[in-house]
T-cell receptor, first 109, second 112 residues
Framework: GIQVEQSPPDLILQEGANSTLRCNFS?????LQWFHQNPWGQLINLFY???GTKQNGRLSATTVATERYSLLYISSSQTTDSGVYFC???????????FGKGTRLHILP | KAGVTQTPRYLIKTRGQQVTLSCSPI?????VSWYQQTPGQGLQFLFE???????NKGNFPGRFSGRQFSNSRSEMNVSTLELGDSALYLC???????????FGPGTRLTVT
């Protein structure tokens, strides 16, 4: 089945730093989403980005579907950015949603 | 617009019992998907319902079942609970199938 690999698995940064999270997928997909899971378990939508680039405040994302990867950029990190970031893809051949294992981000004050 | 709601938020059950979890999607959303999250396996897709029909199913045993009502609300049922069923169960809704998903807060199930 499709593999969704996220890197790095863990990231510790100082407040104010920038970071890039990566999501690689091994097969054709219909779409891709990025989520942030807060400490209480709530998954928060960040981007729905099957292709191209989107920006929302300090966050932006780029998906290059032909090369099977997506990047999530976080600039000027804040402690509230801490948590786990997931990418999820919808597999083209059967429309199932597959999640990566996430990147755990810890922002130090 | 209200978000996705799930009830109950926390549940403790005994091995062998059954449990029913409920999910109310965002108004106007017709697709509801269910996921199981555990520390070992991560987030895994259980099933998706669209217009009261199961559209997709993950690789879970038949003890896991679900349904969707005409108002798009969905329930999932787990019968003969096992210790390994302890997990956070997340529901997501989307306006259409194969579209942007919005998640509820989850139901944390503990099986003792």
């Amino acid at each position: 089945g499709i593999q969704v690999e996220q890197s790095p698995p863990d990231l510790i940064l100082q407040e104010g730093a920038n970071s890039t999270l990566r999501c690689n997928f091994s097969d054709s997909v219909n779409n891709l989403q990025w989520f942030h899971q807060n400490p209480w378990g709530q998954l928060i939508n960040l981007f729905y980005i099957p292709s191209g680039t989107k920006q929302n405040g300090r966050l932006s994302a780029t998906t290059v579907a032909t090369e099977r990867y997506s990047l999530l950029y976080i600039s000027s990190s804040q402690t509230t950015d801490s948590g786990v970031y997931f990418c999820a893809v919808e597999r083209k051949r059967d429309d199932k949603i597959i999640f990566g294992k996430g990147t755990r981000l810890h922002i130090l004050p | 617009k209200a978000g996705v709601t799930q009830t109950p938020r926390y549940l403790i059950k005994t091995r062998g019992q059954q449990v029913t979890l409920s999910c109310s999607p965002i108004s106007g959303h017709r697709s509801v998907s269910w996921y199981q999250q555990t520390p070992g396996q991560g987030l895994q897709f259980l099933f998706e319902y669209f217009s009261e029909t199961q559209r997709n199913k993950g690789n879970f045993p038949g003890r896991f079942s679900g349904r969707q009502f005409s108002n798009s609300r969905s329930e999932m049922n787990v019968s003969t609970l096992e210790l390994g069923d302890s997990a956070l169960y997340l529901c997501a809704s989307s306006r259409l199938a194969t579209y942007e998903q919005y998640f509820g807060p989850g139901t944390r199930l503990t099986v003792t």
